[in-house]
């Protein structure tokens, strides 16, 4: 007897999905959002949720829910305007420890002992 042929089906693995949107698993795994299925221990997506994923992903875009998000950093405090006390704590010592790194020193601390 012949191999059994492959079935074609809807659903794709994380493996399989992230080779259909032709980007690597780990991006796949932090910026894919599409709905997985659990079905035992593996999960699955199906490729027409794939598609509308990727649909709401094209810039320009007049959905508002489809806006791409921005590749660059931006902390949560500087987004909404508003910063926490101990945001600002740790940004005020860092500051100094800059300031003190690079200011000359007029009287060296240690040194040969003289």
């Not at 910026?31 to 994923?53: K, N």
């Not at 405090?77 to 860092?94: F, H, M, P, V």
């Amino acid at each position: 007897m012949g191999d059994p042929k492959p079935v074609e089906s809807g659903l794709l693995t994380r493996e399989e999905a992230a080779a259909y949107l032709r980007v690597s698993e780990r991006t796949f795994r932090r910026r894919v959002t599409a709905p997985a299925y659990q079905i035992g221990a593996r999960l699955f997506y199906r490729r027409q949720e794939l598609d509308e994923w990727l649909e709401a992903q094209r810039v320009g875009s007049s959905d508002p829910i489809g806006k791409p998000e921005s590749s660059t950093f931006v902390s949560v405090t500087r987004k909404s305007g508003t910063r926490s006390a101990r945001a600002d704590e740790i940004r005020e010592r860092l500051r100094k420890r800059k300031q003190h790194a690079s200011m000359p020193r007029l009287f060296p601390v240690g040194g040969t002992g003289r």
